[in-house]
């Protein structure tokens, strides 16, 4: 809860910074055509059943941490409704590690988030003149770092997982250019393969059961 509340305060911070942004930006319709936005929030990856670690039940299957990044999208409006296409590039400080001698093993050995691809599209309904509920969906591909030690070898590989989102959240307008958003989502990335370093090919694709739970606040500006 600390680490959400934490999230809410910052994107809190970033709508107080964006109307020095907007200055110069042609006033549009609140909840309609172009926009970028900065993001940031609470991110926990959790091994699924197929990954599962069951050997320790003091084991935390779960790596959390901030994620941020930025995030495009182009909004249709019609009378209430909103519909249009959105992408995002985010990462996270997600990792294995010891914590007061619990290890967080997260069921594929020792691992760090990297970097979350994020394809999709939104439908929203206005319900006040600065107000709007939205669900989203689409697809998701994410890379999470992989650290082996083989005597005095280190060896590092990525697992690179394919899935799919969906998410609801409400969207606010401070001014007709500029937006807050705060938003749940859920993400399963059920394929993966894994891409070594060097010239060593990458694997066959594989089965994946991760389950990744986002809390994200976001600011933006219309174009």
């Not at 055509?33 to 993001?39: K, Y």
């Not at 941020?68 to 519909?83: C, K, P, Q, S, T």
């Not at 509920?133 to 697992?159: E, H, M, P, Q």
Request: glycine fraction near 12%; aromatic fraction near 12%; include cysteine.
């Amino acid at each position: 809860m600390k680490k959400i509340l934490v999230c809410l305060a910052a994107g809190t911070a970033m709508a107080s910074a964006a109307p020095a942004f907007a200055q110069n930006v042609a006033p549009v319709d609140p909840f309609s055509q172009f926009h970028v936005e900065a993001l940031g929030g609470y991110d926990a990856t959790k091994a699924g059943s197929s990954v599962d670690d069951d050997v320790n039940e003091d084991n935390n299957k779960t790596v959390d941490g901030f994620t941020y990044g930025v995030g495009a999208g182009y909004d249709f409006r019609a009378g209430n409704l909103v519909v249009g296409p959105e992408a995002e590039v985010t990462w996270s400080t997600a990792k294995t590690r010891f914590n007061d001698g619990e290890f967080e093993g997260f069921g594929l050995g020792n691992v760090k988030a990297n970097r979350d691809l994020y394809v999709g599209a939104r439908v929203g309904y206005v319900i006040s003149p600065k107000t709007m509920l939205y669900a989203k969906g689409g697809y998701t591909n994410a890379k999470f770092d992989v650290r082996s030690t083989f005597g005095t070898v280190d060896t590092n590989r990525d697992i690179d997982a394919d899935g799919w989102r969906i998410g609801a959240g409400v969207e606010q307008a401070v001014t007709n250019n500029v937006f807050a958003k705060i938003e749940y989502r859920y993400s399963n990335y059920s394929k993966g393969e894994i891409d070594y370093t060097n010239e060593i090919p990458d694997s066959q694709r594989f089965n994946l059961d991760l389950d990744r739970h986002q809390v994200m606040a976001g600011v933006g500006v219309r174009f």
